[in-house]
């Protein structure tokens, strides 16, 4: 198809085509087929759309400055498009651009939803730069949008205790102090908390909110018939890691 023919279709039908090529493993044609109706509909109010298609495909595929370039050329065509600054912000992220992607953070207004995605983000960096007081303060403002937030609300605990703010538990509107204790961590409530109970409902509350899964038994019809109660232990770190030292003594 000529590059003119694809400058005249509808966005939809370019979607189309693209996931088709994805679904070849065509990664790259299909980002070219955004870029060529992206660049040939300069007025269309979907370019922005196609550059951003655009944008998350180079992203897959590790390619940092053909994303930004994308991104970058979707705020062009829509400077308030919040996904784009969003994602922008992820890609100077990965580049060790710190202070760029808060910036794109900082500038995402409007849809409520994505200004909490772009707070928490915000959060998530200052945290991993050790910037707790930032960091708790991004992620005061995203609870205030949106208090039904466990994740969130967890890491706001924990960054309280880091800066040592007691009481780590302190209710704000919207977050009572009994929603902070059912967000919190098993491993952040060790430390909050030596109460067995609440522990148990730290625990119990963490995995059914991570891998609340269909569970099935593994002998439906056999009882179980050994003498000793069998426990197996399953984790991730069992390695040159804490709990694999410690669990020989276990």
């Known amino acids: 198809m000529e590059l003119h023919d694809i400058c005249q279709l509808p966005l939809g039908q370019v979607i189309q085509m693209a996931e088709q090529l994805l679904r070849t493993q065509r990664a790259q044609d299909a980002a070219g087929l955004y870029a060529v109706w992206g660049q040939g509909n300069a007025t269309s109010p979907e370019q922005h759309v196609a550059f951003f298609n655009q944008g998350v495909i180079y992203s897959t595929l590790g390619d940092m400055a053909g994303a930004q370039a994308a991104y970058q050329a979707s705020l062009d065509a829509?400077?308030?498009?919040?996904?784009?600054?969003?994602?922008?912000?992820?890609?100077?992220?990965?580049?060790?651009?710190?202070?760029?992607?808060?910036?794109?953070?900082?500038?995402?207004?409007?849809?409520?939803?994505?200004?909490?995605?772009?707070?928490?983000?915000?959060?998530?960096?200052?945290?991993?730069?050790?910037?707790y007081a930032q960091a708790e303060a991004v992620l005061t403002q995203s609870l205030q949008l949106n208090p039904h937030q466990p994740d969130a609300i967890q890491h706001w605990v924990h960054l309280r205790s880091k800066q040592c703010k007691w009481p780590a538990m302190q209710a704000m509107p919207g977050v009572s102090v009994n929603a902070m204790l059912t967000g919190t961590s098993p491993l952040a409530m060790l430390a909050l908390h030596d109460d067995p109970a609440l522990q148990l409902m730290a625990a119990q509350s963490f995995v059914q909110r991570k891998f609340n899964l269909?569970?099935?038994?593994?002998?439906?019809?056999?009882p179980y018939q050994h003498e000793r109660i069998r426990i197996g232990y399953l984790s991730g770190d069992l390695c040159t890691h804490a709990v694999g030292l410690l669990m020989a003594d276990l």
């Open 78 to 131: 829509w400077p308030d498009f919040p996904q784009a600054r969003i994602n922008l912000g992820l890609i100077f992220e990965r580049q060790g651009l710190s202070d760029q992607a808060l910036a794109h953070w900082q500038q995402v207004v409007g849809d409520v939803a994505m200004q909490v995605i772009a707070l928490n983000h915000r959060g998530r960096l200052h945290e991993s730069l050790r910037q």
């Open 214 to 222: 269909p569970t099935q038994r593994l002998c439906v019809n056999a």
